[in-house]
């Protein structure tokens, strides 16, 4: 009986230990950016590291080990992927929805977000506001939390600017589409567009650019103006981020 006292007593802050070295190997982004992702690698952990503290012997202990730290690797390596592909991001972390457009509530988006009008006026007023009327942008973030632009504010972003990039033109010719994102072409937009891969290239080649690999950014609008930023390799110019066109 003393044995199994003392046992777990020891298998508990063995536990506690590790659990907190693998919780700083996961790093920060764990707590201060509680995405999907997140939150269902901290459940497992913690699931995971419940099952050692209340094993009764060595090997079943070290199993619980083995698959304790195996998660975490699988975590690691998920989120190292996820800093690089950005649609395997998309897909495990999710993306903004607008749920406020000019003080008039997205149904459709509402219901893609699986909210009600009832649960959207209560982030309101915990933000301060209690009418959606006077919210110009109202964004469902990843993370869960809902970001506001109130409509006095200058500054937009639609549910077009979402779909399709923000309108970064002086005169205002419309939405930008995302043809490449840090490197990686959306295909479906590019198609949408009315362009192909060889009018990506040429773009790229007319602003100093070797290929994809060179582009942090690039967007075009309706009007066929292209906003580009190809400072991905090349170090960024005092003068700017990138390009304006």
Do not use: C
Not at 48 to 73: D, E, I
Not at 74 to 81: E, F, G, L
Not at 151 to 162: M, N
Not at 168 to 181: C, H, I
């Amino acid at each position: 009986m003393l044995y199994t006292w003392l046992f777990a007593t020891a298998a508990t802050l063995l536990t506690f230990v590790i659990l907190l070295v693998l919780a700083r190997w996961l790093g920060s982004t764990q707590l201060s950016q509680l995405t999907f992702f997140n939150w269902v690698a901290g459940a497992a952990l913690g699931n995971l590291a419940a099952n050692m503290m209340s094993t009764t012997s060595v090997r079943q202990w070290t199993f619980g080990l083995y698959t304790l730290a195996l998660f975490t690797a699988t975590a690691v390596v998920a989120s190292a992927i996820s800093l690089k592909n950005r649609t395997f991001r998309r897909v495990t972390n999710g993306e903004p929805v607008v749920l406020i457009h000019k003080g008039e509530i997205v149904r459709s988006n509402l219901a893609r977000a699986r909210m009600n009008v009832d649960l959207l006026t209560m982030l309101l007023r915990e933000k301060g506001y209690f009418s959606y009327q006077d919210i110009s942008y109202g964004i469902l973030e990843p993370s869960g939390n809902l970001s506001i632009l109130p409509l006095q504010e200058t500054q937009s972003v639609s549910k077009a600017d979402l779909a399709y990039g923000p309108d970064l033109s002086e005169s205002g010719q419309g939405p930008y589409m995302e043809l490449v994102v840090d490197g990686e072409v959306d295909h479906d937009k590019l198609r949408e567009s009315g362009r192909d891969v060889e009018w990506l290239e040429r773009e790229i080649r007319q602003r100093g650019g070797e290929g994809l690999a060179d582009v942090m950014y690039l967007a075009v609008n309706v009007e066929g103006d292209v906003v580009a930023d190809l400072s991905r390799r090349k170090p960024r110019r005092a003068d700017g981020p990138g390009e304006d066109i």
